[in-house]
């Protein structure tokens, strides 16, 4: 039998190429979008869901599980970017990023539980970030929320044992995908003591992104996440340097690798 999987955020960058690879796999895929009507081509279907707003969640849940019967596997993948000096963030953005990368996930984990206790299985794939490892500069929020979820899903694997349900996470590094574009950017002020320092940050950051890795990278790691019987718990994907600048920061003394990035970010 074909598993049944759900991708949040599937129109369009890693969710669509983890739906598009999972399609060609034989999976029966899901994705979600908040406005699905611009995705008519997709190569699979597309319903709407918006993660701040559980009421499409509850309601997109029960319509696959009304034509499909069971749900299989859960890919966590919508998310928000946020960058700027966290003194300038207006508060009802950092708690927006908030509501996007780590209440949402949680609404939709909440939501397909009950079913994937109902069949004694189920596999739920948290997609954070190697930005979650560390605090980095100008992007404090995000490598917030997304460590956040790192740290839930170390909980909930155990809360779920029981129950023969999986959780796991799968942390991307820099990928070639539009997120730049849907971040949110503080604004650069030209009055503001971080102008130059952030605005060349920005800049840094916005071509990482521009030469990341191929998003088939994680589509190819989710896949063997799910063929997976016993899913660690942390998985990273990316480029070699940005894998491994977690292990430096696990080995080197917390102010020597602060230093590690303040080099790096040319501060």
Known sequence: MSKVVLITGGSSGIGKSIGEFLTQKGFVV??????????????????ALDVKDNQTIIQTVETIIQKEGRLDVVVNNAGAGITGPIEEIPEAEIKNNFETNFFGPIRVIKAVLPQMRKQNSGLIINITSIAGYMGLPYRGIYSASKGALELLTEAYRMELKSFNINMTNVAPGDFATNIAAGRYHAPLLDNSPYK????????????????????????????????????????????????????????????????????????
């Open 30 to 47: 899901y994705g979600t979008s908040r406005s699905p009507e611009k995705y008519q081509d997709s190569l699979f279907p597309i319903l």
């Open 196 to 267: 130059k320092p952030y605005g060349d940050t920005l800049d840094l950051m916005n071509a990482h992104v521009d030469h990341g890795s191929n998003p088939n990278m994680m589509a190819e790691a989710v896949y063997k996440v799910i063929e997976t019987n016993n899913p660690k718990v942390h998985y990273k994907i990316g480029a070699f340097m940005q894998k491994f600048s977690i292990v430096l920061k696990r080995i080197l003394p917390d102010t020597v690798y602060e230093k590690l990035l303040m080099n790096h970010y040319k501060l």
